[in-house]
């Protein structure tokens, strides 16, 4: 008896799945595998339906969507324009002070040395280009999500509305993302842009939540107690002490950003992607994996750099 109420759950989904086995070569024996086919298909239907409104929304918000390509294109150019400017020993030496201050002198040394390592490769220019699609793409990123991360945290019912968007979103495959920037936006780089943003947002949104939501309360009633309003409870009390978590979610985000490089070479982006699949294409196996070696470099100098900004420095 003890045993049946110890693995009471095991032993009915064991039998659960027996009945519906038996169920199953019952039901083809006597209908056969024909019979069997889902009586219907809606999928053309819904399939119309989103058609024509995408159809509509880019007829009629033709505007809307030339302003921000035009827009993100200046400011891709000249960020690129302004990372190859730089020589590349002063943007080094940039890189090595970037991690001795933020991290430490082995943080700056390995991220200087990882730098002359693409240079080495020449992929230093495509490594700038990628740099700048992250840089704007990240920025759009987290200027949405943490807005939309503070809302999450003030509101039970926003964050009971956006969760499964954000699964949805985290679930969804990759190539998905590319689908809206080629609708709204063409082939290039600004399409490139929204797809990355749309993949690498969710953590910047999540963990923004989790940190607020994490404050002790204790904190946030003495700040209340001291007649604290709304906007000073939050941009005193609960952001700072969130700061730690928010930026996991801007870790996470740049991370999701340069896994979404190669991909979104796929519609045109510049950059290390690029070089990725045009090696690839050409069953270049060697070329490949370098350009895929200097994206998970800039992932480890990132991550290094950006971990140690609200950690305590270590010589």
Sequence with gaps: MKFIQKYRSLIFLGSAICGALIASVVIHSVTGDDNLRYP?????????????????????????????????????????????????????????????RLGSLRIGFV????????????????????????????????????????????????ETILRPVLDAMQTMPSFVYLIPGIMFF??????????TVLYSIPPCIRLTNLGIRQVNPSVVEAGESFGSTTFQLLSKV???????????????????????????????????????????????????FIAGSAIVIMAIIIDRITQRIVMPRSE
Aim: charged share 10%; no cysteine; hydrophobic share 60%.
């Design 40 to 100: 219907t298909n809606i999928g053309p239907e819904i399939s119309n339906v989103i058609d024509d409104f995408i159809y509509w929304l880019v007829v009629n918000g033709e505007w809307f969507f030339d302003g921000i390509t035009d827009n993100l294109k200046i400011v891709l150019d000249n960020l690129r324009e302004f990372l190859i400017w730089i020589p590349w020993p002063v943007f080094i030496f940039l890189i090595f002070l970037l991690g001795w």
């Design 186 to 195: 063409g082939l290039g780089n600004v399409a490139a842009i929204l797809a």
């Design 238 to 288: 609960q952001l700072p002490m969130a700061v730690p978590t928010i930026m996991a979610g801007i870790n996470q985000t740049i991370m999701m950003a340069l896994a979404m490089s190669t991909i979104a070479a796929m519609v045109g982006a510049g950059g290390l992607g690029i070089e990725v699949l045009r090696s690839m294409g050409q069953l270049q196996e060697g070329q490949a």
């Design 111 to 158: 991220s200087a040395l990882g730098m002359v390592l693409i240079g080495l490769v020449n992929l230093w220019e495509p490594a700038m280009v990628t740099i700048a699609i992250m840089a704007v793409s990240v920025s759009i990123a987290v200027i949405f999500g943490i807005p939309i991360g503070i809302l999450m945290a003030r509101s039970n019912l926003i």
